[in-house]
């Protein structure tokens, strides 16, 4: 036997909203249908936007252009991460 939420007082429709925004963003997250700008590799990366255009200077992050915007995908930084050492502070 179940209750209905709403019999108990419960309004579930912000829970719903939230988990179903949730989810988009995750969906989006995970699709490797675009391009990713230079704070959004940072991002991903969890690294300093700065850093990003270093790596893609020193040309060891493959990047694209779209006129003056640097552009990569997950799957380039995802390749540049297995051959970048990290950054030792001194």
Known sequence: M????????L??????AAVA???????????????LDADAAAKYLCCPRGRVYELA???????????RRILFTRQDLDA???????????
Do not use: W
């Open 2 to 9: 179940s209750v209905e939420p709403a019999r108990l007082g």
């Open 11 to 16: 309004d579930l429709e912000p829970l719903i």
């Open 21 to 35: 925004e949730r989810v988009a963003a995750t969906l989006g997250e995970r699709s490797n249908g675009g391009y």
């Open 57 to 67: 200077a020193a040309g060891r992050v493959r990047h694209h252009r779209d006129g």
């Open 80 to 90: 540049a991460l297995e051959t970048i050492e990290p950054r030792v502070k001194s």
